[in-house]
């Protein structure tokens, strides 16, 4: 019984903020933390607003698994991208300026790869976002459906607090 009742808190748990912004801002949070190292500071900052922003935790962590299978893949595309804007001539008095910073050295922005992935997020995000709402307002009902029909849902609904 008392497992019963855990797996019941954690598929309301998982359940919880399924807007369709909260989705879109778990897909977009999934991506930072996905193309991110474990060892940076804009890591732990993402991680940390994981658990202040309301978004959805399923498809955050699913979006995170996603994102590091296309970091994995994606990283000598990344390197290079990352070598490119730390060898730009009107960069590197910034790079300079900023690896100065109390704070910087600890976010590893002087590695390449973790430059590109940073970047790529950036200027993904915003086009992320939008697609990611678009695909949920045309998916959500699909989807819904397709949850109510599986045996897992008709068990989670005969449990006796939830009915």
Known sequence: MLIIKLIYKILSFFQSHATHQGLAFGICTGMFLGLSPINTLHFWLFLILLFLLKLNLATTLFSWGSFE??????????FVIGDYLLNRRPLIEFWNFLYELPLFPYSNFYVPQVLGKFFCS???VIPLYIMSIKLITVLDPIIYHWWRTTKLYTFYR??????
């Open 122 to 124: 950036l200027t993904a």
């Open 69 to 78: 299978l296309i970091g994995y893949l994606g990283k000598n595309a990344f």
């Open 158 to 163: 005969g449990y006796k607090p939830y009915a």
